[in-house]
């Protein structure tokens, strides 16, 4: 159970506080409503690369991080295709720097063309050093566009290529800054040895000054249900052939999220799941093999993937895949099965409650989907889960004219 | 009016609690340390052995038996136990470490005295069968075949052979090196290794005596194991310096890895290290990162760091750097160490290292597990908590003179093998 209070500044910006006092630490969490699946489709990978920017100083405060570590804080930040998230920890008698820190940024960057040009190149660095330099680094490059038509999810975080983030200009960066990075878009959490009311104190002092700004309504493409199957073939310089199948599945918010998550860890959780003990354990077909959501809030994908054992063929390992999915979408899974995994989902959510920063990230976060507490009211939604509901969902997903693969071959095999 | 120009007071961390264990001992002697902390309730147990009977032509022989611990037992197969761990909820790892080798569990409370009779079973009667072992092989070599397509995993090994040699420390696994595992090897193991003279327990979490009773219960008992066994014991003498290129002439990035042998956590000298290596390379603030990230924009990230290991400790930078700027960068860093060794540090950068590093200090003691991973550091090391506070008042104290001549004495580059994989 973590625990909250919530209010809401006049600028529009929503204020979590948990507090817990067996830390002397506070953390300071902001999410701001914006990532990948908010880019234009030429200029992808820019929520990632803003990211970067908003580290390069704001308007009245030239270095964001040296402040922060003289007072004893860390900070860092990610973006994904749906959210972007920044997070400071530091001794909580420093809280007030985090609060100066964060709120100029709110207010406005320094709009440094140094950083833009620094960040461009490091930006691109980590694309080559995660993406492109890596085996099997490319696979969402490929994968997701093979999965989405339509919807801005068919671009990876990065971008979609190294060219559009060398082409960003000083005016995009300017205009996306105006259109996201606004107290309105933004959830804020204070966490740890603090105090709601001197939290909001804080809050009121830096934050309410920030002019509201304006909403940004989100109006994406719904990805159409998929009605033929779809295959690709790629070959690279890697060691092992590799599968990767997609499933198209509902949102995050969809009554039946929490079914495919126990779906996909009766598949894949640990070493009893079924995956594991039939195809790599007693077939011997792949060395390495997974199933899971991708979790993103709007439509998602059901993902399963595997390295083939050297020797085995592409057909007869997405046949034994397809078996496992067909055995799962014809009978119901065993009572043990359920049990297994619901305990384990309840593990995972209290242990996940010894880390102050999960804690506050995850408030954020449940709070976007509508509501902080859904992230208490998140196990009955586990315990709820009926075999019944496993099966249908199986059923109405593992379908081959809803299937995305790809396969991802070495240069001998081509 | 509000200004937001001036940042608002602050103090450096001056009160930093560590909780020290409750020292216990089963009735077989293991010795229990407890950190009773925290509000949830849950538990992680760990399991930790030394490492013993190093044999040089059988390198994998205790990272198999780590590895295969948990695939059988006299009463219990592979899936059995992967079946009740996973039925209670609870996570069972088991780690190879270079020094030692540990079995851990984490459980929810009420699910202790279910799950701790299967750590009986895999702590006395482990069988390592061969079908286990077959699987580990071909699936371990597939995926050491990808590893050696990385960059960063290839410096890393390069750097470890060339300043430890043959020991575990600098293993320099290949395929065959699987091949080579015999079942024999693995049940030999498991009996010199894992028994409870060469055991220790660290708890951390709910536990009080209701708890301790449930475990001396199944596991304070006689175990199987007695074997007669030798833990390991290495000495280095300075490695191969130089520069080692693996050239791979497809890469967009190369990476770099150098540095040295130097000294462990019992040296005095090595908390004011860690204050020089926090300087160079050890954090985000880093003079590494603030010249070759952010000023050059050569790299996603770079570091340093001081490893400290039972019988060595060691010095080293690593980054992943454009394979058009890899000579750049390399230059880049050696004059970043130059400027460690010839010009004192400002007090204004030094004050924020001495603030960054005890937030980091107060930082990392979140919960009963970081507080037992405190006392793991310093007990393995043959240290107690006198270790933090000298580390502290190191941190507190230390001149910029001091931190000069430390340069000078541990950070050669003429000592230093430096490992380039990719294009130069």
Redesign the interface.
């Known amino acids: 159970m973590v625990d909250f209070n919530r209010f809401t500044l006049a600028n529009g910006l929503r204020v979590l506080v948990h507090e817990d006092d067996?830390?002397?630490?506070a953390v300071l969490n902001i999410l701001y409503d914006v990532g990948a699946r908010d880019e234009e489709q030429d200029k992808t990978g820019f929520a990632h690369l803003f990211e970067h920017l908003m580290f390069g100083g704001s308007?009245?405060?030239p270095s964001y991080?040296?402040?922060l570590?003289?007072?004893?804080?860390?900070?860092n930040a990610f973006t994904s295709n749906d959210i972007t998230n920044y997070y400071i920890?530091?001794?909580a008698?420093?809280l007030?720097?985090a609060?100066?820190l964060e709120?100029?940024r709110m207010?406005s960057l320094a709009f440094s063309e140094k950083s833009l040009?620094?960040?461009?190149?490091?930006?691109?660095?980590?694309f080559?050093?995660?993406y492109?330099?890596?085996?099997?680094g490319d696979v969402w490059l490929k994968l997701r566009p093979l999965a989405y038509k339509e919807h801005p999810y068919r671009w990876a975080t990065i971008g979609q290529d190294l060219k559009q983030i060398e082409d960003a200009k000083m005016d995009d960066v300017k205009a996306f800054f105006q259109k996201h990075y606004n107290p309105q878009n933004a959830i804020m959490v204070v966490g740890g040895n603090v105090k709601t009311a001197e939290v909001k104190a804080l809050a009121e002092?830096?934050f309410e000054?920030i002019p509201a700004g304006e909403r940004y309504l989100r109006n994406l493409p719904t990805e159409p249900q998929q009605k033929e199957a779809r295959q690709e073939t790629v070959t690279a310089?890697?060691?092992?052939n590799a599968i990767y199948m997609a499933f198209q599945m509902p949102d995050r918010v969809d009554k039946d999220y929490q079914v495919y998550d126990l779906l996909s860890d009766i598949l894949s959780?640990?070493?009893?799941?079924r995956l594991y003990?039939s195809l790599?354990?007693e077939q011997?077909l792949f060395?390495?093999i997974n199933a899971y959501l991708t979790g993103s809030i709007d439509q998602g994908l059901f993902i399963v993937e595997g390295?083939l054992?050297?020797g085995v063929t592409m057909e007869a390992a997405e046949a034994a895949i397809w078996k496992e999915l067909n055995a799962i979408a014809a009978e119901e899974v065993t009572v043990?099965e359920l049990?297994?995994v619901k305990?384990?989902?309840?593990?995972i959510i209290?242990?996940a409650?010894?880390?102050?920063l999960d804690k506050a990230m995850n408030l954020a976060y449940y709070e976007l989907l509508g509501d902080a507490n859904l992230l208490n009211t998140e196990i009955h939604k586990y315990h709820d889960v009926t075999s019944t509901r496993i099966l249908e969902v199986a059923q109405r997903t593992f379908v081959k004219e809803q299937s995305s693969i790809l396969y991802y071959l070495t240069a001998q095999d081509a | 009016m509000l200004n937001r120009t001036l940042a608002p007071e602050s103090k450096q961390v001056d009160e930093i609690n560590f909780i020290e264990p409750l020292t216990q001992q089963l009735d077989n002697g293991i010795p229990v340390f407890t950190i009773n902390a925290g509000k949830q309730e849950l538990v992680r147990i760990e399991f930790i052995f030394e490492n013993v009977n190093w044999d040089q032509s059988k390198p994998l022989q205790a990272v198999a038996a780590s590895h295969l611990i948990n695939n059988g037992t006299a009463k219990l197969t592979a899936r059995d136990i992967a079946e009740k761990v996973d039925y209670y909820g609870a996570f069972l790892q088991t780690e190879y470490g270079a020094d030692q080798s540990s079995v851990k569990v984490y459980t929810l409370n009420k699910h202790l005295a279910a799950v701790l009779p299967i750590l009986r079973s895999i702590l006395n009667e482990s069988i390592f069968p061969q079908q286990e072992l077959d699987i580990f092989i071909q699936n371990q070599k597939q995926s050491l075949q990808v590893s050696l397509q990385k960059n960063d995993f290839l410096a890393r090994k390069h750097f470890a052979h060339a300043i430890f040699g043959d020991s575990t420390y600098g293993s320099n696994i290949e395929a065959a090196d699987y091949d080579a595992v015999q079942q024999a090897d693995l049940l030999s193991y498991f009996k010199a290794a894992y028994k409870p003279e060469n055991c220790t327990i660290i708890v951390a979490g709910k536990f009080e005596e209701k708890e301790f009773d449930l475990l001396n219960n199944f596991l304070g008992k006689e175990w199987d194991n007695h074997e007669k066994s030798v833990v390991n014991k290495f000495e280095f003498s300075g490695g191969r310096k130089g520069e080692v290129l693996i050239e791979r002439p497809d890469a967009i990035q190369s990476a770099i890895r150098m540095g040295a042998l130097a000294i462990t956590r019992k040296h005095k000298d090595f908390p004011g290290f860690q204050v020089m290596n926090c300087l160079l390379g050890g954090y985000f603030g880093s003079r590494l990162m603030a010249n070759i990230r952010e000023d050059k924009g050569y790299t996603y990230g770079i570091g340093s760091a001081v490893v400290s290991l039972k019988d060595a400790g060691y010095f080293f930078i690593a980054t992943e750097v454009g394979a058009d700027v890899c000579s750049s960068a390399l230059t880049e860093i050696e004059k970043e160490i130059e400027l460690l060794r010839t010009e004192p540090v400002t007090e204004e950068e030094l004050n924020l290292v001495r603030n960054y590093m005890l937030g980091s200090m107060l930082g990392s003691l979140e919960n009963a597990f970081s507080h037992a991973d405190k006392f793991k550091n310093a007990y393995f090391s043959g240290l107690d908590y006198t270790y933090y506070d000298n580390y502290i008042e190191t941190v507190k104290t230390i001149t910029a003179e001091e931190l000069k001549q430390l340069a000078n004495q541990y950070l050669n580059p003429a000592d230093f093998t430096k490992v380039v994989v990719g294009k130069k």
Do not use: A, H
């Not at chain 1, 570590?69 to 900070?75: A, D, K, L, M």
């Not at chain 1, 492109?132 to 099997?136: A, C, H, I, T």
């Not at chain 1, 959780?269 to 799941?273: D, R």
């Open positions: 067996t830390t002397p630490m308007v009245n405060i991080d040296e402040p570590q003289r007072v004893g804080g860390e900070n920890t530091l001794p008698t420093n007030e720097t609060f100066w709120s100029d207010l040009e620094t960040q461009r190149n490091v930006v691109c660095e980590e080559k050093q995660r492109l330099n890596q085996p099997y002092k830096w000054p310089e890697v060691p092992l959780q640990g070493q009893s799941s003990n790599l354990k011997q060395s390495e390295k054992v050297e043990d049990t297994k305990n384990k989902s309840e593990s209290v242990f409650e010894m880390s102050l």
